[in-house]
Every structure is written in structure tokens, then in C-alpha cells.
């Protein structure tokens, strides 16, 4: 049975809705009507992978003519809506993997973050944008991420700097946690700020062992001249 792609959103946008989904940014971005959605079909696939980055580019557009502060790209996908924490994260890196490599044909990095996954200072780039990218799934260990469908969502880092400026991120970042912490019963124990450790053992939720390697490698040459595909 075809799965209504309205549907799908309206359960993301009730998922953030709830009482008690612990993240605040998101709630904001809610109420700002800041997330853009768009529904792909299946997370192992390449097939919308050009739909999804031409998604974010306008996204990127959008949000940086923005004045305010909240705002989210999400993808949700209609499959797999059954899959271990192990399968989620392959599948959520093959997909990052992919349409970045498609922006590389494009774009450089975002100069303002590394480009090296080791790095403390690595955050996803799309357009020159830079992302921190949260992965949702039903089966995650961690509550917070636990929906129904698969979801990648991007959240433009540019947006964290503007609130540690206006001292707002510290507040936040200490609520989210005491909510996290009431829902779950743990803080995720993959957690660290910004500078302290790579960005990519927060990405699918799943706790990694001292052995773990990000597979992702970023394309991008950093003396290309920018394009507008």
C-alpha cells in the first residue's frame, strides 16, 4: 500500500509536538514554521538523492536570507520502517556520503568548519553550509530519535554560533539535556560540544566502541571555484 507523503510529514511535525521531545531548538523551529520537510523513499537507495540535494540547496538558499534563528532541513524517507541501530548507520552514511559527493561537482567546503571526519571541528557541508545532522529512526536506543520513520534532519550550524553570540546556547543546551535525561533515564553518552570531539558520533544515535571509524570521506576540492547547478 502506497504511503501518503502528507501523512508522513504531519507525523513528524505531532513527533516534535510532544510533550516530551526534549529538543527545544526544535520546538522553536516548529513554531518559527522554520523545518522544511520533503519525503524520500528508501534510505538505501540513490534514486532521490539528486531531489534531496537540490532540497537542501534551496534550503540553504532560504535560510540564509533568513533573519531568524530556528530552522531545519528534514528528510524522511518511507523505508526501511524496521531496521537495527547497525543498519541505520550504514544506510545513513552511504546516503550522506552520496549527495555529497554529488555537491562536490559544485561546491567547496564550508571553510568556517574542517572537512576531516577525525577532526573536533567537523561538521557536514552542503553548498558551503555547514550541518549538524541528527538521524532518527523507530528502533534507536535513544528515545528522543526514536520515530517512525527514517529521518535524516539538517540543522545549519550557523544557527549554534548565532546563539553561544547572543548567549543563548548554554541555557538551551542545559535544557535539552534535563529533558533528554527525563525521557531516557541517561544523557546520550555520545554527547560533546562543539570543539571537543567529531561531530560524526552524534549523527545516527548509535554508541560506538574505540574502534569505530567514520566511513564517511568529504570529495570536495578546497580550490574549487563554486558553481549554481
Known sequence: MAVDHTHIAKAYLDFIRDKEFPCIAAKAALSENGIRILVADHLAC???DADILQFLYTFVDAFRKAGDLY??????FKEPQQCDEKMFDTMLWKRLQSISDLDAMHFRWDRRVAQDV??????????????YV?????????????FSYPALVFNPHEQFQKLRAAHKYMPMRQAVRKRDLKLSGSINPMLADFGEASEVFQYSGVQYDSTWKCPFIAKHDPNKDHSSP
Open 46 to 48: 540513490p534514486k532521490d
Open 134 to 146: 541528527i538521524g532518527l529512526h523507530a528502533n534507536s536506543s535513544r528515545k528522543a530519535r526514536q
Open 71 to 76: 530552522h531545519s532541513a528534514v528528510v524522511l
Open 118 to 131: 577525525t577532526s573536533p571541528d567537523f561538521s557536514f557541508s552542503i553548498k558551503e553550509e555547514a550541518f
